[in-house]
């Protein structure tokens, strides 16, 4: 270690890990406490702004192990369920956690993921690993005789050589590896846009109710409605791209527009004062070809990013980060063993990536709308659903019956609806064939 003659810092180490978000902390942190040398690379400094604010109950399971669970507490708001609102109607529907089927938690938090991400940050330098920030890695490379070598610079402009014997990517939507091997697949049939800021004086529901998230459904997407402490209010929108195309002039002035082709938020905004620029982001569903190989392993968002209505982002990072750390042990010290392990971990993931993905990709449909806002606890099919929002999709649960006759129930739905599914799915593809003729 030490300087070199081209001066480049180089560095040896058992693990580096790109990327100081949740999945990459969180990983960062366990593989340090199993005694391993851990290298941890984040290009900004932390505390910083990032999106994705609401937590699930089942992020708690985790935190508890991390040992954070009191101080994500204290950054928290009470987040006991979730609030869907149809725009076009008013019609609204709860969901309680706490009577979701095999419940463990009956709660989460809403929480600023600067403050958030810093507790996992200094959580995993208080484990043992060695955080350098602002400090972006560029290349990797995994030269045929073993290990990992990755390069980067720093916030002086020196260059960083790093020699690893494994490569933890939890670069987040810069998708390191991803975009290396050319492997990550944008969603062409599920397409979003977001659009989004915060607020003061926003106006919260009432009493026990206060720090539900709400979902407000319009004709163009949907909006989140996340309240945060310090009387800051997250809102957003995701719409399909070719309504994010009709902007012309200021964007704020545009999210204002879109926030009133909702009534029952622009209520809940009229005396609301936008605190912080508003930011707007393109098509950014996507998943990567693989999860992993010989000598390196992709989480959370560097695998893949999902429409963020059920905020399984979080949870999902931090969920990949629990289940490596076995795989990664075994490449290291079994290697013989590894490509099995690998490919258990990552059927484990996808399974639960898909089981969100069938909900949200068809929440866009009248039918699916239409069953969230009116639930019923047929065959326990809402305590089935309650779980999913609550993220319970990768314990042995009783959950998959009553999930399966939802779907039916759901198709059923969308014969008695045809004229109106007909009109939607007619809308999406054309919204579909705009963004792909915007990509070809």
Not at 46 to 73: A, Q
Not at 108 to 127: C, G, H, P
Request: positive net charge.
């Amino acid at each position: 270690m030490g300087e070199a003659r081209d001066h480049s810092i180089e560095t040896a180490c058992d693990i580096l890990v790109v990327g100081g978000g949740p999945a990459g902390s969180t990983a960062a942190a366990l593989l340090a406490k199993r005694g391993y040398s851990v290298d941890l690379v984040e290009k900004e400094k932390h505390p910083r702004f990032h999106i994705g604010e609401s937590l699930l109950p089942m992020n708690l399971p985790l935190l508890e192990k991390l040992g954070v669970r009191e101080d994500v507490e204290r950054i928290g708001v009470f987040k006991p369920g979730a609030h869907f609102v149809s725009s076009k109607d008013g019609r609204s529907s709860f969901f309680q956690f706490s009577n979701a089927m095999d419940n463990v938690f009956g709660y989460a938090y809403q929480v600023k993921r600067s403050e958030f991400d810093y507790i996992l940050l200094r959580t995993a330098a208080a484990a043992g690993a060695n955080v350098i920030e602002q400090c972006r890695v560029t290349d990797v490379d995994f030269p045929k005789d073993g290990g990992v070598v990755a390069n980067g610079r720093d916030a002086e402009g020196r260059n960083r050589v790093w020699r690893a014997k494994f490569l933890v990517d939890a670069s987040g939507r810069d998708t390191l590896l991803a975009k290396k091997f050319e492997i990550k697949r944008r969603n062409r049939h599920h397409n979003t846009a977001a659009l989004y800021s915060h607020f003061k004086n926003a106006k919260r529901l009432k009493g026990d109710q206060e720090g539900f998230i709400s979902i407000f459904f319009f004709d163009h997407g949907w909006f989140w409605f996340i309240p945060l402490t310090g009387g800051t209010t997250s809102v957003g929108a995701v719409c399909h791209p070719a309504y994010m195309r009709t902007r012309k002039g200021d964007i704020g002035e545009f999210l204002k527009k879109t926030i009133a082709l909702s009534p029952q938020l622009n209520e809940r905004l009229k005396d609301a004062e936008m605190t912080m620029a508003p930011i707007g982001t393109g098509n950014y569903v996507y998943r990567a070809d693989r999860m992993g190989g010989d000598r390196y392993v992709m989480l959370g968002d560097a695998f893949a990013f999902i429409d963020p209505m059920f905020s399984t982002g979080v949870y999902m990072a931090m969920s990949s980060a629990f289940m490596s750390i076995d795989v990664i042990e075994t490449a290291l010290k079994e290697p013989q063993k590894a490509a099995r392990e690998m490919q258990k971990f990552e059927a484990t993931m996808r399974r639960g990536v898909d089981t969100f993905c069938w909900f949200i990709y068809r929440i866009t449909t009248p039918a699916l709308r239409n069953l969230f806002l009116g639930p019923k606890n047929y065959f326990r099919m809402e305590e089935a659903l309650l779980a999913l929002l609550a993220g319970d999709v990768f314990r042995p649960t009783r959950i998959g019956t009553p999930l399966f006759l939802f779907k039916m129930i759901y198709y059923a739905h969308n014969l008695v609806m045809w004229r109106e599914s007909f009109a939607a799915w007619r809308m999406r593809r054309f919204a579909v064939q705009q963004l792909q003729s915007g990509m070809d």
